[in-house]
């Protein structure tokens, strides 16, 4: 086996926001760690002017997916202990936040788009992400109800609220409250 | 509705590739536009070294979702014709590769963990694709069978294997073969 060192001729990636979702959760602690756990929390995403035109026909569909940077994750960890489990995981066998590349991504529910506005439910994001990406839920595409589900099927936790473990970012301050 | 505008605050997101997919697909026409179109297409993503040790337990998983960058989409467009549709459609509706951030986001089946390496299939991704990201799919958060689709609920066309229409990247060139 080869180990494929990292090659910088790749780059950096570079992306911008194109909103920003405000919801409840002000603070890890206490917040749903996955739509799942969250249900009937409602919030809203606020979608930049520019990329308004782009939410035609959104409001067909049930759920859509969120994808976010996850702006208060600390630095990334190899190793984690997930919500869910009591043990140390691979980071990637975990939808934990510390990730070298922090993207958050969240199958919540629609209720309504008004103009530059989504009313969603089901939200387990914090207030004040940054939204990268709006996809619709296609079941066709996303659902597989039966795949094997590793550590996760075998876990009796299903304790979905999170406590600070993954608190405490370098680059912005935790709400004080 | 008051419309909000870009908060240049928030600033640049900057993601680096934690490794990089292997296809068949070399150029867009022809690729499947989702591992829905793929089933049995073969490949591989090579994970640089810094990220192997975070790929532990992920071998119990049926699927992962891949996040990556869209590398060779065009320049983001507010309305597209989808695959699976003759009219324009808000892009946010579609899966569509012109988004204003080209993260790509694939439910592959994963065969076997080896080393740095995960073998996977049901691949719909372009060869040489930076990777982002690898989460576990996990049905208790993902799967939602009964989900109204919108348009796509609407759509009689199955024919997912794309044609040209987002190919003509400004950055990159095609194969030429």
Do not use: C
């Not at 989504?118 to 990268?132: F, H, N, S």
């Not at 709006?134 to 304790?159: L, M, N, Q």
């Amino acid at each position: 086996m080869a180990v494929i060192p990292a090659r910088p001729s790749l780059g950096a990636i570079v992306f911008e926001p194109i909103g920003i979702i405000h919801t409840p959760h002000r603070a890890q602690a206490g917040t749903p760690i996955q739509p799942a756990f969250a249900q009937g929390v409602g919030g809203s995403v606020s979608v930049f002017a520019p990329y308004v035109g782009a939410l035609a026909d959104l409001a067909g569909f049930e759920r859509i997916w969120l994808l976010y940077h996850l702006d208060r994750a600390p630095a990334w960890k190899s190793k984690v202990v997930p919500y869910l489990d009591t043990v140390e995981r691979g980071l990637f066998a975990t939808r934990s936040p510390p990730r070298p590349n922090p993207i958050g991504m969240s199958a919540v529910r629609l209720l309504a788009v008004e103009g530059d506005e989504l009313r969603i439910v089901d939200v387990d994001i914090l207030d004040g992400t940054p939204l990268l990406d709006i996809k619709p839920y296609v079941p066709h595409f996303d659902a597989h109800p039966g795949a094997r589900a590793g550590w996760f099927d075998e876990s009796t936790s299903r304790a979905g609220i999170a406590d600070g473990r993954f608190s405490g970012d370098p680059r912005r301050r935790e709400p004080t409250e």
